[in-house]
């Protein structure tokens, strides 16, 4: 069931973050709200219009915003880091790429006070962001710490005995305290994803077991990005009737709105955007007061499409190229409006 208390906050943080400083917060007078200054949606002077009465978050050590800009461990002091990641050049010249991942049960917060019983690939959802280039050799070390069996099923192409599916054969499947490894070569390039496939698929995705998997061409000839952002689209039912109840771009409803993310005009940005949400068919992706050029799961290097809104099934991608023209806040959200209200909305910070 769908939280109507939450619907009505929800509101008022979108209408929240069109106020202008000196506007008392009105937000029933929706013509207040435009012609807003970029300098008037500091992210402290969101904070007020968070939801309900305690409506920060509490740590739960998920960052939205170091999210946004981690792969391959990057966010780890380098000692830490070398516990998950390592790379190493082959005799034949090749990187190979390795990781250790974890499949664990953690507690996360899906909204302000709101706690979600996931699973995990290393206690975070969506799982860490593996990054290659194109014909990189990739080494997963998988260990299920978890009390249910699991696998890893990774998009692009390798043999069928790295595809972790569930079912039949069983030797695919991780069960409890078990450890496998996949390894294959990084292709296609473009931006792909990660997730469980054991059985019920749905729900194991439903529960956070899933992630980004990005592939960088060898010879990349599309403009230079200036930032990259990882963002992967999801959902929670957190009273489990099969139905999500929270929306959100990387777990945290209205996370971006809290903290817009910053960019600069003029400079290139690209988004790596998927769609992990389980039970609604459809998603999407809209931006306000700008335009961008699409790469369809990032598999060719010029775009294919040139606008503000894209639409998506489960498990699709795209790669979206954005310049900013002119300093403000600008939202971004699902275009299907039900789930925007429900957490997936978010916010650029253009300087
Ligand atoms: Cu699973
Ligand atoms: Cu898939």
Redesign the pocket.
């Known amino acids: 069931m769908k939280a109507i208390i939450f619907i009505t906050s929800a509101f008022l943080v979108l209408a929240g973050c069109q106020q202008s400083d000196d506007s008392e917060n009105k937000v029933t007078n929706s013509t207040e709200s435009h012609g807003m200054e970029a300098d008037s949606s500091d992210p402290q002077d969101l904070a007020q219009f968070a939801i309900g009465p305690n409506g920060e978050y509490q740590t739960d050590g998920f960052d939205a915003l170091k999210f946004l800009t981690t792969w391959n461990f990057n966010n780890l002091p380098k000692e830490e880091r070398s516990k998950f990641y390592k790379e190493t050049t082959l005799a034949d010249g090749t990187l190979l790429r390795e990781y250790w991942f974890n499949?664990e049960e953690v507690t996360i917060e899906v909204a302000p006070g709101v706690f979600y019983p996931a699973?995990s690939y290393n206690g975070q959802v969506p799982g860490p962001t593996i990054r290659a280039t194109e014909g990189d050799m990739v080494k997963i070390h998988f260990k299920n710490n978890s009390s249910?069996?699991?696998?890893a099923h990774f998009h692009g192409y390798h043999s069928d005995s790295m595809d972790g599916t569930g079912g039949v054969p069983e030797d695919k499947i991780m069960l409890p305290g078990e450890s496998r490894i996949y390894e294959f070569k990084a292709e296609p390039f473009g931006t792909h994803v990660y997730h469980?496939h054991?059985y019920p698929v749905s729900q194991?995705v439903a529960k956070g077991?899933y992630g980004a998997f990005i592939v960088d061409p060898k010879v990349d000839t599309r403009p230079k990005a200036d930032k990259e952002f990882v963002m992967v689209m999801n959902g929670f039912d957190t009273d489990f009737d099969g139905e999500n109840d929270f929306y959100a771009v990387n777990t945290k409803a209205f996370a971006y709105n809290y903290q817009p993310i910053k960019v600069k005009t003029g400079e290139l940005v690209r988004l790596h955007l998927s769609n992990m949400l389980e039970f609604d068919p459809i998603n999407s992706f809209h931006l306000h007061a700008n335009f961008f050029d699409e790469y369809p799961t990032g598999t060719k290097l010029e775009p294919d499409n040139f606008t503000d809104t894209i639409t998506m099934g489960q498990g699709e991608r795209s790669i979206l190229d954005v310049r900013f023209r002119e300093p403000g806040m600008y939202m971004f959200h699902s275009h299907v409006a039900e789930l925007a209200e429900l957490g997936w909305t978010g916010m650029f910070m253009v300087e």
């Open positions: 499949v699973w249910k069996p699991h696998t469980c054991s194991h077991l």
